[in-house]
């Protein structure tokens, strides 16, 4: 995915995007971080298309996004929000099921083919034993993982997921980034999130997109982006690095 020179405007100044240029790399984990108000669900949305640029433009395999009819862009990309409604009555296999309609229409439908791409979303985010559960009966971080489950179904190339761990404790933090580690690693897809813990990104991402006031500040490989003058510059905040065996590069931010 090819993003260049975006520009979103809004009232306030929080959540723009001031001239945004970067690529998406096929089979990667981009992640991007930055302080509240810097555009990173803004870049997201428009990655998405839930968000119409001023100017600019992004494509994605040499096609700009507008070009895609709807069944078309869904097939391509799947997207799950921070914060979703979770319906009434509703089991964990009818909602993901939910995620086949881009393949289906009114005059087709592949039964066979819907069922195994329900059952291996199923399989993925642990949860083929909960199928018949309903959704109000679930953990948030079980919730999360059915919403994956849904967009996984879409059988998409690129998953975006818009602040996952918000409001998840450590345990289910650390599983969902685990979910996404195994479904980039063993079944190839691009995975694009936003994230607000840095060690969280420094661990789960080939790629970091960092931002500040609507603008790219860095991007590149963590041990690249993640660095003390960067995280000064952007967080306004001290901080230092250290090595371990198991879980690599970490930061430890010492104060303002």
């Known amino acids: 995915m090819e993003i260049q020179d975006i520009i979103v405007s809004h009232d306030n100044t929080q959540n ?40 600019g433009h992004v494509s994605l395999e040499n096609k700009d996004l507008i070009q895609y009819k709807p069944k078309e862009f869904a097939k391509k990309l799947a997207i799950v929000y921070q914060q979703n409604d979770v319906p009434k009555d509703l089991t964990i296999e ?21 069922s195994k791409a329900i059952n291996w979303a199923l399989a993925c985010t642990n949860l083929l034993d909960k199928r018949h559960n309903d959704l109000e009966a679930l953990s948030g971080g079980e919730r999360q993982r059915v919403w994956i489950a849904m967009a996984l179904a879409q059988q998409s190339e690129i998953l975006c ?21 195994t479904l980039n ?33 860095a991007e590149g490989a963590p041990r690249d982006v993640i660095t003390k003058e960067v995280i000064k510059e952007v967080y306004s905040v001290d901080a230092i690095f250290n090595e371990d065996k198991k879980l690599g590069l970490y930061m430890v931010p010492l104060g303002i």
């Open 16 to 55: 723009h995007l001031d001239g945004v240029s970067t690529t998406i790399q096929k089979g990667k984990i981009t992640t991007i971080i930055g302080p509240n108000g810097c555009g990173k669900s803004t870049l997201l949305s428009v990655m998405s298309r839930n968000n119409i640029p001023k100017s």
């Open 94 to 114: 009818k909602l993901v099921s939910f995620g086949r309609l881009p393949h289906n229409t009114m005059l087709k439908k592949n039964h066979e083919e819907d």
């Open 161 to 181: 997921l818009d602040e996952p761990t918000t409001y998840l404790d450590i345990y289910y933090q650390i599983e969902l980034l685990e979910l996404v580690k």
């Open 185 to 217: 690693e063993e079944h190839g897809l691009t995975i694009v999130m936003v994230l607000h813990d840095i060690n969280q990104a420094i661990r789960y991402s080939d790629h970091i997109i960092m931002m500040k006031t609507g603008q790219i500040v």
